[in-house]
């Protein structure tokens, strides 16, 4: 298998979420996805398990935490250093 | 596998604070009427049976169907009968009951332990029970107790309308598709949130939403009418009821919060939400409300968080909210805690009525 790389990481992430925020809303890779008007945490959980099936990841409890999940960058890094360990 | 009677009594019993049978699964030939329809036989309704449809209805128990039919020629008859509109989301088909049942279950959004499965034939329950153990299978020997098992504890306002509110559900849901975005939706929903404090007349709400709610609860404590009671008139507690309404109607009471209250520390004792509005984004703005409210008193907060296999849409609530973990609770819940250092606002698509 391939080795997933972080923009492929990223492009994944910013494809669902522009799908469940809707097509026609931009956003860049810093911007907090949080403050687009989806401050909703049945999102914020649909995105939780988005993660861990899409990239075989199990999210702890000490890893909900906003920073990791607020925007495309901190998501990609947070993906990584999960897979790493 | 299969639960008898007495069983079930006994578990109905055990469990009387947390067990809710919110759907009610019926099959048709044999136990909704008598006779088999595909055998062109002449089908009488079962005796009483048109009562304990329109009871289970007037109590908010929802009536649905798992049968193996002609879909066009059952509805048909059950127009004939005069009792279609009793049913939401009728499974008639040729499918698996188990299918049928994991569909309905999906469909209402509930748990599966709130679901009673009445049939006629051992096999279909056998089958039923096989694949969801927690289903309650019932013979339609036992209708005769049927209402007696499943009333609720109180019957509310909300619960009468229940059957419409899944109703009006179903067009948002279908203009939701229509619209594609979701920001867009809500916006278009024209969604009022109002929290008030709670009062007597709300009390018989608050213990049905801390019984009937799972998956948005971030405690499941349950208090009853009386403990409610004392709470309302403490100093030291404030209880609040939230309600919810777009331009379709009222989803009726649909939150509660309950906070303990000592000169510094606000505690969190219980916050839910009725899963039926899971998907507006409302589930952090009564948390949002409480949080400003006790910044203003000038406390820092504090929540319980007791996990459950189905409540960690809660605890991403609060962790999502900027609550971290303080520490451990005796019942082998989570203590987590806010500095509340600024004010959070509100989603700008929500209209607020806030308390005086």
């Not at chain 2, 909300?158 to 179903?170: A, C, G, H, P």
């Amino acid at each position: 298998m391939e080795v997933t790389t972080q923009p492929d990481t990223k492009v994944i992430i910013k494809e669902f979420l522009q799908k469940r925020i809707g097509q026609d809303i931009s956003f860049t890779d810093e911007e907090d996805i949080f403050k687009l008007g989806l401050v909703n945490s049945l999102f914020a959980l649909e995105l939780v398990v988005f993660l861990e099936t899409t990239f075989k990841i199990s999210i702890e409890n000490e890893d909900l935490n906003l920073e990791n999940f607020s925007t495309v960058n901190n998501l990609g890094a947070f993906i990584l250093k999960k897979k790493d360990r | 596998m299969e639960h008898t009677f007495s069983q079930i009594e006994s578990d109905l019993k055990e469990k009387k604070q947390k067990k809710v049978i919110k759907c009610v699964v019926w099959d048709l030939d044999d136990t909704i009427w008598q006779g088999v329809l595909l055998e062109n036989d002449q089908l009488v309704l079962r005796e009483g049976i048109v009562d304990i449809l329109k009871t289970l209805d007037s109590w908010g128990i929802i009536n649905s169907i798992a049968s193996k039919n002609n879909y066009d020629d059952a509805i048909r008859m059950l127009e004939r009968f005069g009792i279609r509109e009793y049913f939401l989301y009728p499974q008639i088909h040729w499918d698996l009951k188990s299918n049928s049942i994991q569909k309905i279950k999906e469909k209402l959004n509930i748990g599966m332990d709130a679901i009673a499965f009445i049939d006629d034939q051992p096999f279909e329950r056998d089958e039923v029970a096989f694949v969801h153990e927690q289903v309650n299978c019932l013979d339609v020997g036992s209708i005769g107790q049927v209402l007696e098992w499943f009333k609720p504890r109180f019957i509310t306002e909300e619960s009468s309308l229940r059957r419409k509110m899944y109703l009006d559900d179903e067009v948002r849901h279908q203009e939701e598709q229509e619209i594609g975005n979701n920001r867009k939706f809500l916006e278009s929903l024209a969604l009022t949130f109002s929290i008030q404090a709670a009062t007597v007349n709300d009390l018989q709400r608050v213990e049905e939403l801390t019984l009937r709610t799972n998956q948005l609860n971030a405690t499941g404590y349950s208090y009853t009418y009386e403990e409610l009671e004392a709470l309302i008139q403490s100093p030291d507690h404030h209880l609040f009821v939230a309600e919810l309404i777009d331009k379709y109607g009222s989803y009726g009471k649909i939150g509660v919060a309950m906070v303990e209250c000592n000169p510094q520390t606000w505690t969190l004792k219980l916050l839910l939400m009725s899963c039926r509005v899971m998907s507006r984004g409302v589930g952090g703005v009564l948390l949002n409300y409480i949080m400003n409210l006790a910044r203003q008193k000038g406390c820092t907060l504090q929540a319980e968080f007791l996990p459950t296999d189905r409540n960690r849409l809660m605890y991403v609530t609060y962790k999502f909210a900027g609550f971290t973990e303080a520490g451990q609770l005796t019942n082998g819940g989570v203590l987590l805690s806010h500095s509340l250092a600024e004010e959070v606002p509100y989603a700008e698509y929500i209209n607020l009525s806030l308390p005086e």
